[in-house]
């Protein structure tokens, strides 16, 4: 027996079915990456693993879980156009809403894709875009979670198991009261930054006030 029958009896390759649970095993792989990418991104700038880690590596292992689950989705929409059963045409795999099976779902997740793909690709551009579009664009990511959660939920058949379903929801729920913390805390944060300006403002007041007011006494 060749090698080549060998791998292909030992899978099933040339069996329909072989790609479609190919692209479902990618999908449901790239999305888990793109999930833990997202709440190990929240947790960084929350600063709870700032105690234990160092910045650099978290900062880096962010961006290495985005680049791991987009080679994911690469392989999830790739293997999708060479599925026999259901073979998507390129177009189809670029263009949102043209796919021939669940259209709105697959298309959120084509949307999905773009979204996580321009927010990884801004790593890169950080010092020529600014701080301040580098931040407006990464909030894009919890859109593209969004998406992308419920793409895998509403678009495929592994959600009627339990344990997929219950994946999806435990995985959101998580996202959810990270989101909400880092909010809580951007926003003490901002009001304590706005208390130290006033009182600054007002320390720097009562020193231009004071030498006028000896000046006025003499
Ligand atoms: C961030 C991007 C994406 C993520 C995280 C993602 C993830 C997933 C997940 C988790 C599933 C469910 C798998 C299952 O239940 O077995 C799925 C299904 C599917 N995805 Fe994606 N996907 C993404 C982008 C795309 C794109 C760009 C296409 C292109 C057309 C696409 C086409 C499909 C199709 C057709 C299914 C249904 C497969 C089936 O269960 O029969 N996805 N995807």
Redesign the pocket.
Known sequence: MSMINLISNLFAIDSLQFW?YL???A??M??FL?WLSTVWGLVVSSKILDPFMERAFTYDFHEYLSWL??A??GI??IV?MADQY?P?TLW??LIPFL?P??PFW?GI??I??Y??LLVTVTFYLKARIGAQAFRRIHYLSLV?YL??TL???Y?????VLPA?NLMYKGTFLITLFLVVYWVVLLYGRKQDEEKLRKQLLREKRRNTARPAAAGNSR
């Open positions: 479609w692209t479902r095993a999908g449901l790239g999305y793109i689950g987009l994911f989705i999830h929409v999708l259901l998507y189809q795999v796919s099976y669940r697959v997740g084509v999905a894709l979204l996580s593209g998406g992308a793409h895998g939920l678009a495929g058949t592994d959600s997929a």
